[in-house]
């Protein structure tokens, strides 16, 4: 997620942002909307610019032919092919550059490819709503619905920025949900379900719909799958340990395929097992101001948790806001 201004005395005469993978990169389209008022001018990115051929020329070869006499970069690249080499390219050819301006802020916009070059693994948000006694839904399993519209329709936007959204069979089975984006131009988000045996429904909305959206089935080695891949449905199989899946594992391989953001809009079986891998790295928590009550409703997370309260992940940079009657605790658990 990178943007450019380019900035001629007290103006700016040129302004872009890189849409989608393949489209020139925002260097570009700033400088070619400044036009020859780029000439001795300054650019502002978010991210160092890329010196190398890769689905477009080097952003480095434009702004040298632009004329630029300066570059600001939020934030080295830490992609193996640029990771300094743009701003190397450009100061060995005369051009002052300074980078690291708003680090902190830009590496935040961009936590989902950072963390993908760095860690190998997307950046994961866990999105839950539950009631004020902690209850994700009945104990009959009713759970439509804990929150209200605007909590709903904001959840439309999380999925609209994500690349993935993750769910366990459970939550498959249970609601049969379809996981998409109802939003002017929105954009599908690659559906991901972990389902080791197999069990998803080939007549279920994920099945019948597998061959215009994007979806994965993360199932152990054995599972039988046929029905489902004749729906279009993109398989992924696993070692499995004790019949479970390593979380770990399965973002590696939601990573190579090009996923940098995912969101979990699983139950508390899912939630459990990623917080016990240490993978969830954002917090979306709704709490509607309702009581449901009982011993046998569930709560948002199981797994095996802290055995302390000094044990217990503390929410980073924690954030409150309103949707209508409900609140929404945003934060993070790694920073980013």
Partial sequence: MVGAVVVAGDRCVGEGF?????????????????????????????????CHHGRTPPCTDAILAAGVS???AAMED???????????RLREAGIPVECGILAPEARALNRGY?????????????????????????????????????????????????????????????????????LPRGRHPVRVVLDPQARLPTDSYLARTAAEIPTVLAVGETADIRGLEARGVQV??????????????????LAARGLHTILCEGGAALAGSLMDAGVVDELVWFVAPKLVGGAEAPGPVAGVGSMSMAEAQPLRSPRIRR???????????RDP
């Fill in 70 to 72: 300066r570059v600001v």
């Fill in 236 to 253: 992924e199989r696993f070692e499995l340990q004790g019949g479970r899946l390593d979380p770990s594992v399965l973002l590696q391989r």
């Fill in 78 to 88: 830490p992609f193996p092919r640029v990771a300094g080499g743009g701003t190397a």
């Fill in 114 to 182: 950072l963390s993908v070059q760095e860690r190998g693994l997307p950046w994961l948000t866990l999105k839950m709503a539950m009631t004020l006694d902690g209850r994700i839904a009945t104990a009959t399993g009713d759970s439509r619905w804990v929150t209200g519209e605007p909590a709903r329709a904001y959840v439309q936007r999380l999925r609209n920025w994500n690349d993935g959204v993750l769910i366990g069979i459970g939550t498959a089975l249970a609601d049969d949900p379809r996981l998409t984006v109802r």
């Fill in 323 to 333: 949707f209508g009657a409900d609140w929404g605790v945003f934060g993070y658990l």
């Fill in 18 to 50: 890189h849409p989608r993978a393949g489209a020139p990169h925002a260097e570009v389209y700033a400088l070619r909307r400044a036009g020859e008022a780029a000439r001795g001018a300054t650019l502002f990115v978010t991210l160092e610019p890329c």
